[in-house]
């Protein structure tokens, strides 16, 4: 996949746990990871914005593209 999650890298400068994060973004520990692992096939722009906001950080700090092979 050419689009990778940098959620885990945010999360260890943060210092937040998934759990933490999970609960002030309003979404499940489960669906948490399965946008940390990148298996998520989509992501909302609600969502996206309240990671941001709770991270203090900018889309581009969590997704980043990258150019297949």
């Known amino acids: 996949m050419a689009i990778i999650v ?3 890298v945010m999360m260890a ?3 937040i746990s ?3 994060l999970a609960e002030k973004i309003d979404i499940t520990p489960a669906n948490l990871s399965v946008l940390k692992t990148g298996k998520a096939k989509a992501v909302r722009f609600s969502t996206l ?3 941001c906001e709770v991270l203090d950080c900018q889309p581009g700090d ?3 593209y990258r150019k297949d092979d």
């Open 6 to 8: 940098n959620l885990d």
């Open 13 to 15: 400068k943060r210092k």
């Open 18 to 20: 998934s759990n933490e």
């Open 49 to 51: 914005e309240k990671l």
């Open 62 to 64: 969590i997704l980043e």
